[in-house]
């Protein structure tokens, strides 16, 4: 059995999560979710900040555990760029839906990453 697509989905759906949390940081984003005039509290920042790079580094791990790290970075780079580009949609038309959509999406990338475990 190949792993290799399960470890597609927890790789972009990290990818898609991370960059997601990290653009809810930038006080512009913020804005556009909760209206003009708001901005997030520094520890928001921060913690917006560290649990988008961990979900990053989660689609590196995802990727390098299909595909060894020969193939596995490229094929990171290829996710992010799924993921940044789908994380500028969401922010593009529908900035109030991007706090639940980074949390299905990291919910999506632990369970498929479980699995990925569970069945090697």
Do not use: K, N
């Not at 509290?41 to 555990?65: E, I, M, Q, Y």
């Not at 593009?92 to 959509?101: F, S």
């Amino acid at each position: 059995m190949s792993l290799e697509p399960t470890a597609s989905v927890a790789g972009l759906a990290f990818a898609v999560g991370g960059f997601t949390w990290l653009a809810q940081a930038i006080e512009r984003h913020h804005a556009d979710m909760f209206g003009r005039g708001s901005a997030p509290s520094p520890a928001r920042v921060v913690r917006l900040r560290v649990l988008g790079t961990l979900a990053l580094l989660a689609a590196l791990a995802a990727c390098v555990f299909a595909e060894g790290w020969a193939f596995g970075v490229i094929y990171w780079t290829g996710l992010l760029t799924i993921g940044a580009l789908t994380a500028i949609g969401a922010f593009t038309w529908a900035p109030r839906a991007t706090p639940r959509l980074a949390r299905v999406a990291i919910g999506i990338g632990v369970t498929t990453a479980l699995a990925l475990i569970c069945f090697q």
